[in-house]
């Protein structure tokens, strides 16, 4: 008892120094989920999930180990009662604590292989390698780090601590290229803007099975860095460069290295692109499948001059040409023949714009006169290409057509009759159909969807998704082609003028659909 009867506490145990942590333990801890209000109890064949206790429990806890330690000793009466042993319950059959120590490691990797194809590898593989020595071994097999995305976590905050950020970041990659990458096929970097350099190298150090490469964002790709890369991944066939600062040296010096083995190209616009397409017409990519170059949401107001027959000269294997929000327009043929050789194989054709564009039938003659196998089709803010133009095509197994107008049909004179063109050369093909903003008339689209119920008897059309927006579809024609296409799962009226109120939205599912034919019914019936 203390000098005026106070009572002294007891000393508290000095905390435990800290012992210094891995570079590996370092890096799950940033993959697990902060504020979380869970402790992980780890040991060698469980992890014990516990709430964290917030200050009122820790208190309560205080109170009632204070109260146990004030209650008087216990006669022998009851010590002797407290002594009697309970009968442990017994466990149900077929119980088995230590089955997960028992897994087999590789039903364990095909378990986690399913998770990373459908969520990726992190946080999901940093968490579970915490779980226990199995699943650490599990986590660690570099065939489930397969594709991985890098992105500093203070992207976007202010340069010091974007810089910061960056290269705490590469501490932890320095340690997951070796240990984990070496497998590694798809690599996303994200909002690299000091230490991009850095990472690449290490790339080409330690993934020489990489075969796809994303840069967004990013700054700082040198031609030495990329040339190291290429030469380094005998693999890497796929290149995408949009959104991020990469001088058009260091690209062509990418592209003559790879040669003929790239097969996938994104770029974005900007004024050195006409260089790296020189690169491409004079046939230093021969067997390019996708070319994709597009801008951002506001359209270039330089136009792109395409020499289409030298682009098909460049790239006859191309699959799929994207020229996104993009004004361009085709260098004259000149004197020569007017007809290159086309793209024989080309599946997919973009053109979609959100402002004005010069692509007319004349132009879309000279890219599709030799892709009799296209399957897509997207010319949404093209107002110049006409039903007639398309009639022509020599595609016969179109699938996706989208021909809307957004935002730009009230300044424009479009075509009132030619929509039966469209659907009596692919109402067996065509799956999704989008005729939004157009212009024709009541009875033209009338005929045109009455196509659909035309089919021979014992086929139904494959059409699935329906586009109407801001058109003249009338009530009957909308019944029609609902009961015609029993595939239907989106149905798009919205802004339907010559329909009545209540039915002017979008129909997502087949139920929605169907509900949206019986209220057609209804007011038909309920009008007559």
């Not at 516990?50 to 010590?79: I, K, N």
């Not at 006409?274 to 170059?293: D, F, H, K, P, Y």
Request: glycine fraction near 8%; charge should be positive; include cysteine.
């Amino acid at each position: 008892m203390a000098p005026g009867g106070a009572r002294r506490r007891p000393r508290r145990a000095p905390p435990a120094r800290a012992q210094p942590r891995a570079a590996e333990d370092w890096w799950w801890e940033r993959l697990a989920p902060s504020g979380s209000g869970l402790h992980l109890l780890q040991s060698d064949s469980m992890l014990l999930v516990l709430p964290d206790p917030g200050p009122a429990r820790a208190r309560a806890q205080r109170r009632a180990v204070r109260r146990a330690q004030r209650r008087p000793t216990p006669g022998p009466r009851a010590a002797a009662t407290r002594a009697k042993p309970r009968p442990e319950p017994e466990a149900p059959l077929g119980s088995d604590p230590g089955w997960g120590d028992r897994l087999p490691l590789e039903i364990l990797v095909h378990i986690f292989g399913l998770l990373v194809a459908a969520e990726g590898p992190v946080p999901f593989l940093g968490r579970a390698a915490r779980v226990c020595h199995l699943w650490h071994e599990a986590a660690s097999q570099p065939a489930l780090w397969h594709t991985v995305t890098l992105s500093p976590p203070l992207a976007g905050r202010p340069a010091k601590g974007g810089a910061k950020a960056e290269k705490k970041l590469l501490a932890s990659v320095e340690w997951l290229m070796p240990h984990r990458f070496s497998q590694l096929q798809k690599l996303t970097l994200l909002h690299w803007k000091w230490q991009l350099h850095a990472v690449l190298k290490l790339a080409s150090e330690f993934c020489p099975r990489l075969t796809f490469l994303k840069l967004s964002d990013c700054h700082g790709a040198t031609p030495d860095t990329l040339v190291v890369l290429a030469k380094a991944c005998p693999q890497l066939h796929s290149l995408d460069l949009q959104h991020s600062a990469v001088e058009s040296a260091a690209v062509l010096s990418f592209l003559e290295e790879v040669g003929s083995r790239l097969r996938k190209l994104w770029l974005t616009y900007s004024s050195q692109t006409t260089a790296i397409l020189g690169t491409l017409l004079v046939g230093c990519c021969s067997q390019l499948r996708v070319l994709e170059v597009g801008t951002g949401i506001g359209c270039s107001t330089t136009p792109l001059q395409l020499p289409v027959e030298a682009l098909q000269k460049g790239c006859p294997q191309l699959q799929v040409l994207r020229l996104l929000n993009l004004m361009w327009l085709p260098k004259p043929a000149g004197r020569g023949p007017a007809q290159g050789p086309g793209f024989p194989c080309l599946q997919e054709l973009c053109l979609a714009s959100s402002t004005y564009n010069f692509v007319s039938n004349d132009i879309l003659g000279r890219l599709l006169h030799g892709s009799p196998g296209l399957r897509l089709l997207d010319l949404r803010g093209c107002a110049r290409i006409t039903p007639a133009g398309l009639y022509h095509l020599p595609c016969e197994e179109l699938e996706h057509l989208y021909l809307g107008l957004y935002g730009m049909s009230d300044r424009l004179t479009l075509a009132k009759e030619g929509s039966p063109l469209l659907t009596q050369k692919w109402y067996r093909t065509l799956r999704e159909l989008d005729l939004s903003g157009q212009g024709f008339s009541e009875k033209d689209l009338e005929q045109a969807l009455a196509t659909f119920g035309a089919a021979p008897r014992g086929s139904h059309p494959v059409l699935c998704s329906l586009n109407l927006r801001g058109t003249r579809v009338t009530p009957s024609t909308v019944s029609s082609v609902i009961i015609s296409c029993p595939g239907l799962t989106f149905l798009n009226l919205e802004s339907c003028r010559c329909l009545p109120r209540g039915l002017k939205r979008a129909y997502r599912g087949p139920e929605e659909v169907q509900r949206c034919l019986d209220q057609l019914l209804t007011n038909s019936l309920s009008a007559n």
